[in-house]
């Protein structure tokens, strides 16, 4: 029976990871989104510009955060998945 309980607990961290691998791609894509669009922005008469960036700055640096926060949630997982698997033996 506890091999069982481990093995639910491996099989939803795993199914955990793959959601937060979905989703830093997703933020990934988000992010070089928001860099090709502060590039274009640079190329915009500077008036209309200001408060453009000042939006994308902030997108990019919550998107910076966001994927940090997926990486340390992934490598807690990894951690975790390998700790259970060792228990498995």
């Known amino acids: 029976?506890?091999?069982s309980s481990k093995q639910e607990q491996l099989d939803e961290l795993e199914a955990i990871n793959r959601q937060l691998q979905e989703e830093n791609?997703?933020?990934r894509a988000n992010f070089?989104?928001?860099?090709e669009?502060?590039?274009r922005l640079k190329f915009e008469p500077q008036s209309s510009i200001t408060?453009?960036?000042?939006y994308v700055n902030k997108m990019l640096e919550e998107s910076k955060k966001l994927i940090g926060f997926v990486k340390e949630?992934?490598?807690e997982?990894?951690?975790k998945v390998a700790l259970l698997e060792k228990l498995q033996q």
């Open 1 to 3: 029976m506890g091999k």
């Open 25 to 27: 791609s997703f933020l």
């Open 32 to 35: 070089y989104s928001l860099e």
């Open 37 to 39: 669009e502060i590039m």
């Open 51 to 54: 408060k453009k960036e000042e």
């Open 73 to 75: 949630l992934q490598e």
């Open 77 to 79: 997982i990894r951690t």
